[in-house]
């Protein structure tokens, strides 16, 4: 089992990865902030435009209304209540930052209860005057509030009033009075709301105005109306959470808002635009400031950028990191797959090299045995040569005459000793191809010869036993280089074999060519080997069986030298038999003089020598 230290794998690369990400994440959110900011100033500033120029259309339109208000109370003498009404109706329904329209009349205090009796005839119902003193300006007139319209919105506030005697109205009085029929006054609270007043001076004498001045004896009253500052403004009220304005008349401060959240949110910038407006004789200095306050941004954007990028960083960290995970596994794996090779490699050679200790230690022990053998088959065929001299010589009555019961027992001796020089011989033979110390000796064959010969040497034997004898020479058309001796030496081993193993019919022997093969085969009409036998004939020391061999004498060594022999020769021994029916053994060889020329050509070219 392969184990992962995760901890490897918090690698500097990961950790780089991830501030890179996180900076960036972090960069495009103040990037989008800013563009959030940037738009919030555009926006503030198109809209304080848009302020501007209605405060500046709208001191137009006060102008014109004031003129049109003139004309209207110049007209008659007496304007009715229904006509004050529809008028100033028309007139507030039409400009919706005006809030109302008053009349406050001039009236001498000892007038008072005629004045008011003469106005309900007119049919001013809702009029009702409140006795007052007006404390330090004491005056012989009153100027208290008569009418309101829109009637629905009166309020108490200004019955009784003199105008005169309000501080924020005194200026404008005197203003009216001084030089022209209608002046501003300062701001003051009506209804909870910031406003000012319009007044306008009405005078029974329209020759009067506006150069000469208005005496107060002369006038019969004043025209005012309200105006919101917020309505003249017109800032909506998410802009107002965020924004200042100051209002200076003729350079003095006469009103400055405070914008709530400026004071307690966290501000990201301010902007502030002004603007200055003449209307009649006061100059009017507007200032609009705003504070871009956190509270007002619109994070969402810059969020969901921030959001994202660290989505991204973090999906680029996890593919990384599994990433680096699976090659490092990959790595562990070819470590460890590279030990193992390494470790059954080591095996495998140590292995090899105890193998190739046991080879040569049996290859010793072979060459050992085959050199002892052929030492001792040395030894053995000395004596028992002079054995079968001897008893050819006695058995021949060369050296005395024998008699008839010595001469049987010499005849064993003979069989015997003849039998165990051809053991010894082919002990001698086979240790001797083991040894590898057998020598090829390559001739040109001549095919009708040999078997010419074998057919002289066997044909005794096969009389002897009733049998035919004959060879075949299917094909000679090539000449064949071989080992005659070896070869010879196969031929005869299978030839007496077959001789040996037949009792009736008789043995052939054919010669043919077969691919690159030359091929002599033995034919017998024998007693055949089985199947399952066939598989053992060519072993070393092997016989059918125990009373096969008793029957038929041998060693059991002609087949393996014969087998070795056709080796030898570049070729091979097939056997076919069937049991009761005979034995084919064909005996396969090369053309030595081709192989050697092959070998030769082979071994200049490898520059090594071919066994
Ligand atoms: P041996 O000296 O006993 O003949 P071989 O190696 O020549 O030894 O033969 C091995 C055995 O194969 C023989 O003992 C025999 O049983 C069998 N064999 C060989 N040639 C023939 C044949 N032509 N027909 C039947 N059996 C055979």
Redesign the pocket.
Known sequence: MLEIDTSEYRSKYLIILIVVGIGISLLAFFLGVSVVVSDSKKDFQRRAEQAFSRIENRFELLTQIDEDLAQFFYASDEVTSAEFSQFTRQIVERNDFLRQTMLANVVPKNELKLFEFSKREQGYTGYKVKSFESGKNTSKYLYPIEYYEPVSIQSSLWFGKDLRSLAETQEAFEQIHRDSFFALSDPMDVNGRLSFLILHALSPDADMRPDSGLDESDAYGVLAYVIDINDLLELSSSLLSSVTYKVEMDGREVFKSQAPNALNSLKLGSFLVNRTFVFSNTSMYFEISHYVVFSDIDFLLPLLIFLSGLLMTGFIYATTRSELMRSQLLEQQKNEVSRQVKNQTRQLRHQAASLALTRDQALKANQTKSTFLANMSHELRTPLNSIIGFSEILGKGMSGPVEEEQKKQLDIILVNARGLL?LIN?VLDLSKVESGKVEIDIGLLDVEAMLKNLEETFIPLAKEKNLTFEYEIKDNSKPVYTDHEKLRQILV??I???I???NEGGIKVEFFSHLEYYCFR?I?T????SRQ?LRN??DD?????GS??RT???????????QRFAELLGGFIN?E?EEGV??I?SVYISDLDDMETRRKSLEESNKKTVT
């Open positions: 051809a082919n081993n299978l007496a074999n077959a040996k193993f037949t033995i017998d024998g007693i055949g080997i036998k004939i060519f020391f092997y016989q059918v069986e096969a061999s038929y004498e041998g060693t059991g060594l002609g087949l393996a030298i014969s056997v038999s005979g034995s053994f």
